[in-house]
């Protein structure tokens, strides 16, 4: 590699630092997002001028029509959907290091890492490991655009037996490693790609919907070190350094979003929560004959107009009802009054990490007004009105008090403290974990129970 390709690659990963520094905030994410496409379009333009490249033709096609798939999408997508297109670009990811295998595997030469039938150990050992990770990545991905999306049931899917098949899958994959680098076998190598593409499918299948964000920032993490791997099998250090920085990163947030619900990865990986039998026969399953305030748009705004503060806390209902944009007209409406408005975040609020703050951004709602659960919590004794807008889990009592609960342990929002929680929901069902919300029949809770935004939106006129 020659020194002009040395220098563009090292500003290239000094960008793509800078972009997960800015991506860290909302207020530096425009930024970050601008350093890595920046470090992206230098990363390219480097490598298609390196000798490696025989024509630029057939790659510049691949860019285009890449990028005009991913441009339509981008344009087109839904702001609610973006957890389903991150788990659907990852599988991309995954897909793709499981070509780049294959195709270094059947032609070796021209990736100079020896001939057909005699293949350094090294490169064999890297392209194994780039191909089992890009396996377990797209298939889980996969699985796990299916259930947010819909197609497939966000309840855990388990049978007798799983985390045996699932430990012996592991070890299986890893003896098909040893085999295939001291056989170069192509037969080896498939086994071990269908093995893993099983194991994809078989890791996430069990995980509830409610341990969704630790999944989706978990396989952005596999994607990573899978790309790292193929770094290596292509002798390429930028894309080395670019699948490491991800695969780091993608670690450490699912470590913060496991913390962020008291629950150990380990835990999230061998059997998520959310919708299983245990939830369904807890006490606090158990609620359906009990009294219940239910209250309209008037009662809403009348006692929020009365209030000194009010702390929004919002939820995926949020999202699906792209309530955003109404929800901070009403908090204007409120500040004109002199009232102290603030939002609520949960780290594991939505479907994936930062989802809510994607959303309020996207409505302009000012980031010194979003708080992060510890920075708010010990504030919801001296707040007027708690307003929750879709989100059940992540307010849950029984997190707190009922050992037999599914999500006993994980931390959540004190909404319950303040003096009137005003709480919007469609129904008084379960959320998406499958547990029953004690919250909806505390004598401090109005239930307003409707489309979010329609109910924002009911709650501005009858304000005005």
Request: hydrophobic share 50%; glycine share 12%; aromatic share 8%.
């Amino acid at each position: 590699m020659d020194t002009m390709t040395s220098f563009s690659y090292l500003v290239s990963a000094v960008c793509f630092i800078m972009a997960l520094k800015g991506l860290s905030s909302p207020e530096s994410a425009r930024h970050g997002v601008l350093y890595g496409m920046f470090g992206m379009a230098l990363a390219i333009v480097t490598t298609l001028m390196t000798d490696t490249v025989d024509s630029i033709g057939l790659p510049l096609l691949g860019i285009a029509l890449g990028g005009g798939v991913g441009a339509t999408i981008a344009k087109k997508i839904d702001m609610r959907d973006l957890p389903q297109l991150m788990a659907g670009f990852h599988s991309l990811v995954g897909l793709a290091a499981v070509f780049v295998a294959l195709a270094a595997f059947f032609n070796p030469s021209a990736y100079g890492i020896g001939e057909v039938g005699a293949i350094a150990v090294n490169s064999l050992i890297e392209m194994a490991l780039g191909a089992a990770i890009g396996a377990i990545t797209f298939t889980g991905s996969i699985i796990a655009f299916g259930k947010l999306q819909g197609f497939i049931t966000g309840k855990p899917l388990t049978f007798i037996g799983q985390h045996k098949l699932n430990a012996g899958l592991g070890i299986l994959m890893f003896l098909l490693i040893f085999a295939f680098c001291g056989t170069q076998s192509t037969f080896m190598l498939m086994v071990l790609v269908a093995v893993a593409l099983a194991l994809g499918v078989l890791l996430i299948m069990p995980i509830g919907g409610a341990d969704m964000p630790v999944i989706v920032s978990m396989l952005n993490s596999y994607s990573g070190w899978a790309a790292a791997g193929i770094g290596f099998t292509l002798e390429n250090t930028l894309l080395i350094i670019t699948g490491a920085l991800v695969g780091a990163s993608g670690a450490i947030l699912s470590y913060i979003m496991c913390k962020g619900m008291n629950r150990s990865f380990l835990n999230v990986i061998l059997g998520g929560f959310g919708g299983d039998e245990d939830a369904a026969n807890s006490p606090t399953a158990a609620a359906g004959d009990r009294p219940v305030k239910l209250g309209s748009a008037d009662d809403a705004g009348f006692i929020m107009k009365n209030a000194s503060s009010v702390v929004i806390v919002p939820g995926y209902g949020m999202a699906v009802a792209q309530a955003q944009h109404a929800l901070r007209e009403m908090a204007d409406v409120l500040k004109a009054e002199g009232i102290n408005v603030r939002y609520a975040i949960h780290p594991v609020a939505g479907r994936m990490p930062g989802h809510m703050n994607v959303l309020l951004a996207e409505a302009n709602v000012p980031y010194d007004d979003v708080l992060e659960l510890e920075d708010i919590n010990r504030d919801f004794a001296q707040t007027d009105v708690a307003f929750v807008i879709g989100a059940n889990d992540i307010t849950n009592p029984a997190a707190k008090t009922d050992p037999q609960s599914p999500i006993y342990g994980m931390p959540i929002l004190d909404v319950e403290k303040a003096k009137t929680v005003l709480f919007i929901k469609r129904s008084l069902g379960t959320g998406y974990a499958g547990v029953d919300n004690p919250l909806f029949f505390n004598e401090n809770t109005m239930m307003l129970l409707g489309d979010a935004k329609t109910m924002a939106e009911n709650i501005i006129k009858a304000m005005e």
